[in-house]
């Protein structure tokens, strides 16, 4: 069965340290990769996507992720986070031809003073 | 312009009540989801709607959820004779919809929170 993994539910890192959010799939092919923000009180905000191409793709808000087919990974960076991306994030993914994502469980992202 | 909206934001019911939930998507798109979040869990998809094609219905988890749309404008959700499992954010997406995957990207709205007391 199709599935996307996000191996860590919560996370705690500095301000002004670097952070990598961890996700895995599992699909039969190559799925579109997504991965949103959810914070607060607000719906879910597309950060970057990953339809093919370069495996490093740039988002908004300082992200980026890495597509590593060999892993069945696409985990999010960014290099020196802030205060205010603390927020839950979520990978998700879509067979090509298909509409509905699928998403992982998410992970929480607690960022210290 | 406006993103995608939807109500009631709370929505607090007995068990055994039926409740329905609308969602205003972005003018223009086409294509509309909608998904279900459980508490400290990811989206689980539960309908997909595409112009006047069939509904791509496979997520729902009972047949007492249903949804409806009429043409490329508001849907909405019924739930029938709701359970404590049915607890959840109700979130629905639209996408532009259209030639090429790009013009799927889906933009999502606040949610409705349903509590079944």
């Known amino acids: 069965a199709q599935s996307v993994t996000q191996p860590d539910i919560h996370i705690t890192v500095s301000e002004g340290a670097s952070l990598e959010l961890r996700c895995n799939y599992s699909?039969?092919?190559?799925?579109?990769l997504f991965w949103y923000v959810q914070s607060p009180g607000q719906g879910l905000q597309l950060l970057l996507k990953?339809?093919?191409?370069?495996?490093l793709v740039q988002g908004i808000k300082g992200f980026e992720a890495e597509f590593k087919r060999s892993q069945s990974s696409f985990n999010l960076r960014k290099p020196s986070v802030h205060w205010s991306d603390a927020a839950e994030y979520f990978c998700?993914?879509?067979?090509?031809?298909?509409?509905?994502?699928?998403f992982g469980s998410g992970t929480r992202l607690q960022v210290q003073p | 312009g406006a993103g995608v909206s939807q109500s009631p934001s709370n929505k607090v019911t007995e068990k055994g009540k039926d409740v329905e939930l609308r969602c205003d998507p972005i003018?223009?798109?086409?294509?509309l989801y909608w998904y279900r979040q459980r508490l400290g869990q990811g989206l689980e998809f539960l309908i997909y709607?595409?112009?006047?094609?069939?509904?791509?219905k496979s997520g729902l988890p009972s047949d007492r959820f249903s949804a409806e749309r009429t043409g490329e404008s508001v849907s909405t959700l019924t739930i029938q004779r709701t359970q404590q499992e049915d607890s959840a954010v109700y979130l629905c997406?639209?996408?532009?919809?259209?030639?090429?995957?790009?013009?799927?990207?889906?933009?999502f709205g606040p949610g409705t929170r349903l509590t079944v007391t």
């Open positions: 997406a639209s996408s532009k919809g259209g030639l090429g995957d790009s013009s799927y990207e889906q933009y």
């Open positions: 699909y039969g092919a190559t799925p579109y």
């Open positions: 990953y339809f093919s191409g370069d495996t």
């Open positions: 998700a993914a879509r067979r090509v031809g298909r509409r509905a994502l699928t």
């Open positions: 003018s223009g798109h086409t294509a």
């Open positions: 709607f595409q112009g006047n094609s069939a509904p791509d």
